[in-house]
């Protein structure tokens, strides 16, 4: 099962507003009209039952919306960049790469989350006009459409999960609880991915159960693949304690257990609080006598009852079946319990320096200001020096010795600095 992915996404940025002017047959000079960008492309993710891992990212992992279109003439908005779905299996966990907590878990069946939002179209020169600045020469940039680098974690959504050292019969009793159709075979490591199954037992009773693949030890400090299965069990709600009380292996059921139960136990605390059954399997290749033996220690020692079951002759099933459904019930859905989060942006902030003799200016907020601005035009020109002066970006160039003549990099456009 591929269950963990990291995807580069990036929204698209929203269309530059346009500077344009109303021109009819007879009004040949008429006043501003530029109309605004469209807004960029956004990127949702999508829950979809239909998904059960997420290979579909597995060789496709950056992802990009389209920007918007700059705005035209005549007052007309550019069209909005296409929103871009990306569709993920529930039980899919949302992080931000170098963010701590959760941004979003999926549960249900078509829930959208919006994780990078498609940039602002800006505006035409049409809003800037006045009563005092009639001919605007000046628009507004798109914005920058949001990215981030985010990693999926799918955690297999189960009512059930049935749990056992390789080898005790777990796949055995998925098939037979339900249509499912797990490899079974009589060697270890046969299940190397959960399975999921629906298990029917009349009308308006069923629950979902999975069978979790084969947990070794030292699983808790990644054996094997203890990791990649341990945490498929923190949202089942019921955990299946699967032993095989033959011992065909050499193997006794009562040490499986409490070894099953410390793996589980250092993985999470919350994993070790899960109502839970102990289920004896393989009864039909033991006698009564040692059966009964081993299922009064198992008893005393964990203090809990247990079932016993046979998956070959099918004993038994049915029964555990009724007893699963009753207790499920009433055990509340299972909720992480790790912090919410949000997107966080990083936007660059505004820098002054000189490298070489040449004087550089760059950052967002630069950006900004420096697409808006038409440098054919002084009115546009001069409003581009004003935000230079407000941020005192004027200030600090001086402070750095700047004189006249000298080169200003401002976004890899070259100017000569006048005083």
Known sequence: MFDIVTLELKAGNGGDGHIGWRREKYEPKGGPHGGDGGRGGSIYLVGSSNLNSLIDYRYKTKFKATNGQNGMNNLKTGKDGEDLFLYVPLGTIVRQVGNEGILYDFKEDGEKFLVVEGGRGGRGNWHFRTSTRQAPTFMEPGRKGEEASIRLELKLIADVGLVGFPNVGKSSLLSIMSAAKPKIANYHFTTLEPNLGVCMIEEG????????????????????????????????????????????????????????????????????????????????????????????????????????????????????????????????????????????????PTKVWVEDGVFHVSGDKVEYYFRSTDFSEPDSVRRFDLFLEREGINEELQNLGIEDGDTVDILGYEFSHME
Do not use: W
């Open 205 to 348: 009773k069923s629950f979902v159960i999975a069978d979790i693949p084969g947990i070794i030890e030292g699983a808790s400090e990644g054996a094997g693949l203890g990791f990649k299965f341990l945490k498929h069990i923190e949202r089942v709600k019921l955990l299946v304690h699967v032993l095989d009380v033959s011992g065909s292996e050499g193997r006794d059921p009562l040490e499986d257990y409490l070894k099953l139960r410390h793996e589980m136990e250092s993985f999470s605390k919350e994993i070790g609080k899960k109502e839970e059954i102990i289920v004896l399997n393989k009864s039909d290749i033991i006698d009564e006598e040692t059966l009964n033996e081993r299922r009064k220690e198992i008893e005393e020692k964990t203090g809990r009852k247990t079932f016993v079951v046979s998956a070959a002759t099918r004993m038994g099933v049915k029964e555990l079946e009724y007893k699963i459904y009753d207790i499920n019930k009433n055990i509340p859905d299972v909720v992480l319990d790790e912090k919410r989060t949000h997107l966080i942006q990083n936007e660059n």
